[in-house]
């Protein structure tokens, strides 16, 4: 049977740092106020001119040099993003193109907001499973700083822009143990960017691309929902709290990692935290974390790590890794 295992990861965020200080002359906000309720002290923003796909090239070229593979050797790639390029090509495609991909690869966009690298690398580890490809480039990026509204605090003083990526290899051992997507789409209105091209030009305002939420809903709900994948993951695979070692959360809230953890049973020792200088980058901020944890040496071979994630849509969504 194949399975498939990750042989390299790679990170790249903007040089501008924006901290809280900053916000502060923009909106009524404290930096103390920021800290406490989120955890945030700054995040990245892209120059001007900078895309999703300049964050996702580098983030991807660094993952294969960890991975020691060239352009040539990926099969598929898969991109999580809810901040593409352009409406089409996706910007997958830009960014095959760009690393000198074969002609003919695989190379496509998933769209599922914060959820968006759970959701690529579910379908990427399916396609090495299924003999569809043999090595597989995953990547989630984001320029979240173009769809926010620099008025509102309850979202301005949460997001960041970012990318990260992985290479998956096919293997005889299991390196992802499983992955679990779920949706529910009635919960739209609670995190949306309440605008798309199919609603005519004619149909936008200033306001109507930009995120709007309302915070404490979506706060209950993806605490009580990343609460139930933890138990939904462990017992798909007949595992306890003791077998992991790491959790890789997505990076949205102080708050909202701490009771995932608390739910582990585990430390915040044990928890790979990023949120504080990178703020929330959607789809990018697992492989952000997963990269720095990597790096740093904090995350060995060998080691079961709980990857999670909850997103607009509503989406959410997991994995079990043996790194």
Known sequence: MTYSRISGTGSYLPDRIMTNAELEALVDTTDAWIQERTGIRERRIVAEGQLCSDLAIRAARAAM????????DIDLLVLGTCTPDQIFPSTA?????????RPGSVAFDVAAACSGFMYALDIADRYIRTGGARRALVIGAETMSRVLNWKDRGTCILFGDGGGAVVLEAAEEPGIYSSHLHADGQYEELLTVPWGVSQGLECATPESGKITMRGNEVFKFAVRTLGQMVDE????NNMTRNDVDWLVPHQA??????ATAKKLGMSMDQVIQTVAYHGNTSSASIPLALDEGIRDGRIKRGQM???EAFGGGFTWGSALIRY
């Open 65 to 72: 040099e960890s991975a020691n593979v060239q352009p040539q």
């Open 93 to 101: 495609c830009l960014v095959q193109h760009a690393l000198g991909m």
């Open 233 to 236: 993951t462990l017992a798909a």
């Open 253 to 258: 809230n102080i708050r909202i990692i701490q």
């Open 305 to 307: 790590l709980l990857l």
